[in-house]
Each structure stands twice: as C-alpha cells, then as structure tokens.
C-alpha cells in the first residue's frame, strides 16, 4: 500500500488527535472523500504496529469513524468505498482494519451486509479465509466473524453457495479438532457459527430456492456431506455443538443449532455421529429449555421438538438403558395437558408434535401407568398411529429464523446476564469499551458491537 501522507508522531494521545482531524475532513466531493477514506486507512496502517497492538485499539479505530461527521454526511458511499476496498485489499493490516469497519457498522446497519453480498464479498471472504490461516490471529477471527455475520441476515445467491469446496469445509471441521484442547483459542467459536450458517444457507436454498434460482444439479449441503463421510474424525465440532446449545441464550444461533441437529439426526448416516454420553446430555438441555421457554416462543418450542422426535428415535438413545424415559414422557404429557399451570392453553402444532414424540417406541412402555397410544388420546384427543412425521417439517425448520441478537426469553426470573464482562471505559462519542476475555465489546449509543465471552469456556477457569 502507497502512503500518500507522512506523520511524525511522539505518543499515542498524538495519533488518536491526528485520527480524530482525518475523520472530521469536509468533503463536499467524492474525490475529497475518496482522500480522506485512504488517508484513514494508510495513516491507521502505518501506525498499526505501534499504537493499534490490541482488538479494543482496532475496534477504537472502526468506531472513530463511524461516529465522524465524514459518515455521517456520507455513509452509502463510504461503505461502498469500504466494500471495494475488501474486494480489492491485500496488506493484512489494512484488511484487518476494513474488516473490522465492516462488521461493526454491519452490526449497527444490516444494510452494510446486503451491499456486501451485492458487491461479490462472499467469495472474497472464503479466498482471505482459506488463505490468511498464517496472519494474526486479530484478522483471521475478524473475517470469519464477518462472513458469518453477512450470511446469517440474508440469502445467500446459489451461485455463491456452490463456489464452497469440499476442502474449504474440511479445513474448517479440521481447524477445531486441532483447538479441541485449547476452549479459548479465538477460531473455535468464530469457525463453528460459520460452518453453523453455512449449513442453514444451504438447508434453506435446497428446500425453498429463491426466484429463478433453482440449480440444475441439485445442491449438496457440504456440511452434511463431511459428516456423513467423515463424522468419527469430528467429533469435537459435536460435543462443542451440545456445549453451545446449553450455554447461549440468543435465540437466532439457537435455531442454527437445532437446523444442525434435525439433520444429523434425520439422516441415516450421521444417526451415531454423536457420542452417547453426549446424546444424554443434550437429552438434559432439551427437557430444560423446553421447560424454560415461555408461553410466547412457541415457534421456537416447535423447532425443538421437531428436533427432540428423531433424537430419541433414530440415535443410540433407542437402546436401552432408556435415558430420562420417565421425566420425558412427564415433560410431554404435562406441555399437552390443557390442565396444568405451567402452561397456557395448547396450540395444534404443540399437540401434533408431541404426539410424535410419543410414538417413539421406547416411550410407549408402562411409564406411569397407562400405554402412551391410551394416555396420549385422553389428553391429546388423537391417536398417536395416525400422528405421522409431517413432511413438512423440514420445511418449517429451515425456514423458522429470528433476528441477530435478540435474546430467547425465560421463565428464570433474575438471569445472571453479562458475565464475562470485566471492565468498562469510556472513550468518548456515546460509545462504551468494554475488555472481555476474548474480545473487545463495543457499545455504541447502547448497541453492542462486538464480540462476547467464547460459550467453551469453562466458568472460574482463567
């Protein structure tokens, strides 16, 4: 990169004054603008190594701008100007800075991401994934966040989706068996939600395609593909799937969990991917969260239990010993019993798919007292031989989503929230820092942008 502009500074307060004066530049034309975008860049470059050593200095920098009247006056042009510059960039520390720019502004604008699928971003993220393995670990987490980030918000073109190789998605099932040691490495979380969204992009673009986008050859969903083949060589991924089920309570990674789960388990060569100590423990996250959620996420409950049928009938849990048989059945029975104050009045869907539930075979012994095909048409008002697994199911799986961020609601009153925050400052300009274990929380007029504590991580270890 060609510095057009030479500074001497003496201290850091120096550097973030001369920041400050390029993100306030007037810039009536697209030329001057242009100016003061490269001289942001080459000046925050430049110093990088010596003042921008930590992610809280990085995401300090993306936020200057954000809050200067430069984008304020400009933002649709000095995105754009950004995007190519993602397109276009290969010095890692600039790319580090456009990236982090991207992925807060993307946090606080959606439309951010929308221009970047627009522009072709999407493969320019697999190219610098599958190749800057070797940079900082600061760059690498940051392009994988944003490639997760644009592709959780929107569809991705199926053109897109099938530039995805094979061994793009080896390399990343391969990149968390090598960290399966280390829980607080920075790629475990990042690379596993993207291997997440990427599994509901397909899921979605093989059961509702979007308009004249229908492939000739049917799309393969990589994700599955590998496991299917090469599941015994992964079984990390699925014991931190579990373990991030149980721990997050943002409803939307929830959901790509569970669209995870429903296909592994409803496809016959991933039944017994997951070890069985670990099918009882998400047997134990199931019977919690669907106790815990409350009357008005009944969409999400719904996803649940689609997903809690094939668990119990097509993995090692039908062979005896019969894991949790009793707090099962009293789990389904009580979410259908009109009658019981823990929840509101039953909705058909609820009832349809608890009754598949309890036509799993080793739930129908004496439980209880009572067959499950007699207790269940007393309380259900339905005959569990006619409660066939809807084909639509798939399709309702794929396609229930929620917006980033928002938070599953629970019955728990007084939730400890935000435990991984230690200390927060204030840097100016409504916006709030806050250093967290793994990252840099940044709050901007009350939006969090930045990144929490990895869910693997084992609480009261350092």
């Known amino acids: 990169m060609e510095f057009e502009v030479s500074y001497s500074l003496d201290d850091e307060q120096q550097f973030w004054d001369e920041l400050d004066d390029i993100v306030s530049a007037h810039c ?5 603008i242009d100016n003061a975008l490269r001289s942001y860049l080459s000046f925050t470059t ?7 050593q930590s992610e809280y200095d990085i995401a300090r920098c993306s936020c200057k701008l954000l809050e200067s009247a430069l ?16 397109l276009q960039e290969d010095c890692a520390d600039t790319l580090h800075l456009i990236a982090s720019f991207l992925l807060f502004d993307g946090r606080q604008n959606e439309a ?11 493969p320019r993220l697999l190219e610098l994934i599958r190749g800057r393995i070797d940079d900082e670990a600061g760059l690498y987490r940051m392009l994988l966040q944003l490639l997760y980030e644009m592709s959780r918000i929107q569809r991705l073109r199926i053109g897109d989706l099938m530039l995805i190789e094979d061994d793009f998605i080896t390399y990343l099932f391969q990149i968390i068996e090598e960290l399966s040691d280390d829980v607080s490495d920075p790629y475990h979380y990042p690379v596993i939600r993207v291997l997440l969204v990427l ?36 079984k990390t991924f699925g014991e931190n799937l579990i373990l991030l089920l149980n721990r997050e309570s943002e409803t939307s990674l929830q959901l790509l969990i569970l669209k995870l789960l429903y296909l592994l388990f409803t496809t016959r060569s991933t039944y017994e991917y ?71 009045p039953v909705d058909e869907t609820t009832i349809r798919l608890v009754g598949r539930c309890l036509r799993v075979s080793w739930l129908r012994e004496d439980v209880g007292g009572g067959e499950a095909g007699d207790v269940a ?27 980033p961020g928002v938070q599953t609601p629970s019955r728990e009153k007084n939730v400890e929230r935000d435990k991984a925050r230690k200390d927060f400052d204030w840097a100016g300009d409504g916006m709030m820092v806050a250093a967290v274990d793994n990252g840099v929380t940044i709050t901007l007029n009350g939006k969090a942008l930045g990144d929490e504590k990895s869910p693997f991580e084992v609480e009261g270890e350092a």
């Open 199 to 234: 599994n509901e992009q397909y899921m979605v673009s093989a059961h509702d395609p979007g308009p004249g986008e229908s492939p000739s050859i049917p799309l393969t969903n990589k994700v599955i593909k590998t496991l299917s083949s090469c599941g015994s060589v992964y």
């Open 377 to 403: 048409k007393k309380m259900l008002g339905m005959d569990l031989g006619t409660a066939r697994e809807s084909t639509l199911s798939v399709l309702e799986v794929a396609a229930h989503r929620e917006k």
């Open 46 to 52: 430049s110093y990088k190594g010596e003042y921008l």
């Open 112 to 122: 951010t991401f929308e221009m970047m699928n627009e522009e072709g971003a999407f």
């Open 71 to 86: 984008f304020a006056a400009h933002k649709d042009y000095v995105r754009r100007q950004i995007v190519y510059s993602l």
């Open 274 to 344: 997951f070890y069985t100590n670990d099918l009882c423990v998400l047997v134990d996250v199931m019977i919690r969260n669907l106790l815990d959620l409350p009357e008005e996420s009944g969409a999400l409950r719904h996803t649940y239990l689609r997903v809690l049928y094939p668990l119990l009938a097509h993995t090692q849990l039908r062979n005896p010993p019969h894991y949790k048989r009793e707090e099962l059945w009293r789990l389904l029975t009580m979410m259908t019993n009109v009658r019981s104050a823990h929840f509101a």
């Open 28 to 32: 009536p034309s697209h030329a001057l």
